[in-house]
């Protein structure tokens, strides 16, 4: 080889070298993970409910990464999906556990994320509505005032539910409210109905409100999905701590599968959440936690997951659909995962 042509080789080979050295340190000094939650605790504890309190209550990515000394830094978050994508927008997380909703917005808002596990499947919400307001059907609510919490898992929800009795948001007012929010404005007779999750049933029991449908009652329409995902920068430089996220995940997720630990689920997420036990006893009732709580990315739930996508298209809930089996992790995707 003569030296000006090995000259040039090396012109390029430098410049590519030095950018694999420092990827490999950036890979290197991982210090910390930063993960984020919806809160849905009632109290001055936190909450995410379903794995993430599994996780945090066992210590198992904390004591997974030890030996690495990688902290593990949870974050909760009252706003909820919304404020979880302005938080991954803007580089202040790594991971979040999210309702369907909020991570499908994210990606098709531009958010680099990819899809890394399934967290929860088939989970129910409510009709919450006032007592003797006479409201027994979805058909009873055209006009009325209902509350749902905008850019969550609750909306497409409702959406969803909706849809399948041949309505739509227009049909009925919709009032922009948080979960806690939805619940006082229920208690106070503010709004006629409100559509959210199992805590409902709280309202349910002090007799300020009644519920009388849920998603099961329609045939699983409307039912909640729920994922992990990972900031593309994160998971392309952290390969090997995200597998390793993942399999220590699944302590977790075996855990919660195993039907004999429903009390002690019950009792935990209570606990922490500040939510009377009789709340989580009623939704899972008729429920098996391993229905609920499998992790795979299998072509079930991510047919429901691309079905979600389509109908928040068609709602207008997000501008720019797109598929699914695009979002997961390029790994997991190869390794059928």
Known sequence: MNRPFKRVINLFAAPALAGLIALSAQAAELKEIR???????????????????????????????????????????????????????????????????????????????????????????????????????????KG???????????????????????????DVKVINLDFSGAVAALAAKQIDASWGSSGLTALQAKGLAELPLNTKDLGGAGSVQAVLVGSGKFVDEHPEAVAKLLKAQQQAVEWLTQDANKDAYIQLVSGLASYPPIILQQDLKDQKLSEVFPSTLDPVFLGKLQDSVDLAAQQRLIRKPFKVSDWVAPQLAAAKL
């Open 144 to 170: 009325k005032r209902v509350a749902i919490f905008r850019g969550t898992a609750t909306q497409l929800s409702f959406d969803a539910a909706l849809a399948s009795q041949g309505l739509s948001e227009k």
């Open 35 to 141: 993960i984020a939650v919806p809160d849905l605790s009632a109290g001055t504890q936190n909450s995410g409910g379903g794995i993430t309190d599994v996780l945090r209550d066992q210590q198992i990515l904390e004591k997974a990464f030890a030996d690495q000394g990688i902290t593990i830094k949870w974050s909760f978050f009252k706003g909820a999906g919304p404020v979880i994508n302005e938080a991954f927008a803007n580089g202040q997380v790594d991971l979040a556990y999210l309702g369907d909703l909020a991570a499908i917005i994210g990606r098709s808002n531009g958010l680099d994320t990819r899809l890394l596990s399934a967290t929860a499947r088939g989970v129910k919400q409510y009709l919450g509505v006032v007592p003797g307001s006479g409201i027994k059907t979805l058909q009873d609510l």
